[in-house]
């Protein structure tokens, strides 16, 4: 384990923005954590949690221990139907969805492809095409920054909601996930209602898809409308789509009756923020180096040599625009830093 100083961050972030980390370190194993903060210097400075950058904008350098967890590993254990299975924090998500489609385990091919880490898949509570993590989520260890532990969280430890967990708020900094681990099934219950799956599957002639074609068919909607991150810089949807109270959502509709929406429980509405954002003129808009992606007006793209500060302030003006036209207000889903 090495420190490294005034390392780029440039490779290890999607979009692509310049910036330095004062120290830097990779993390290949929990016993590592250890050490590394008994360290008296590592304890006195600001530190971040990296994983696989998908989902940070850096607006300036970091002047701090910048930590990459690097953990491998997948293993499964198999109890009746159900599939428990452990991967490594520095695992690849989508190499997690590939080993477990593979092998039949079903519940997370609808979260195929989506760019990062496993380690920060519960902090975000990722979600697509109708799944989130907390779905097929079983329980994760984390490496307490104060007693220099690792404890376990539940899945009701970690506090999950849209995009949110309990590592966003009340414990941001002081926990690192190192493994998580999903329940899964071997009997698959496939999610097909959301987006365009059902509508693929009926051109492919799919009448009975397995968890495979779904993992196919979410990956080809994926890259149709979002960019590859090693072609252009982007972090995937920067936005979250906004909840709003029934009321709010009513006036929406009562104005532009075409808005997509979902239920969202409670009473509540789920608004489709790149709808909002393209209805605001923002869709394949270029703004010096910055811009919305052409197919997908909910993702901020680095078209060359962008600042962090820039893309920023470009979400800024999406921002405004949208709260001008529909009164409401969007939220960033990208953690800036």
Known sequence: MVIHHNKSLKRLNTFGVDINARNFVEISHPDQLINLFLNKEVVNQPLLFLGGGSNMLFTHDFEGLVIKMSIKGISAHVEGDHVFVEAGAGEVWNDLVNYCVDKGFAG????????????????QNIGAYGVELKDVFYSLEAFDVSSLTIRKFTKEECEFAYRESVFKGRLKGKYIVTSVTLKLSQKPNLNTSYGAIETELNVRGINEPSIKDISKVVSHIRVSKLP????????????????????????????????????????????????LIEQCGWKGKVVGNTGTWKNQALVLVNHGEATGKEIFDFSEEIIQSVKEKFEVTLEREVNIF
């Not at 091919?109 to 496993?118: A, D, K, Q």
């Not at 920067?238 to 009562?254: L, T």
């Open 108 to 123: 997370i091919e609808n979260l195929s492809l989506i760019p990062g880490s496993v380690g920060a898949s519960p902090i």
């Open 228 to 275: 590859d991150p090693s072609t252009i810089g982007n972090a995937g949807s920067f936005f979250k789509n906004p909840i709003v109270s029934a009321d709010i959502a009513e006036r929406v509709k009562k104005s532009h009756p075409e808005v997509v929406n979902y239920p969202a429980g409670n009473g509540k509405v789920k608004l489709a923020a790149g709808w």
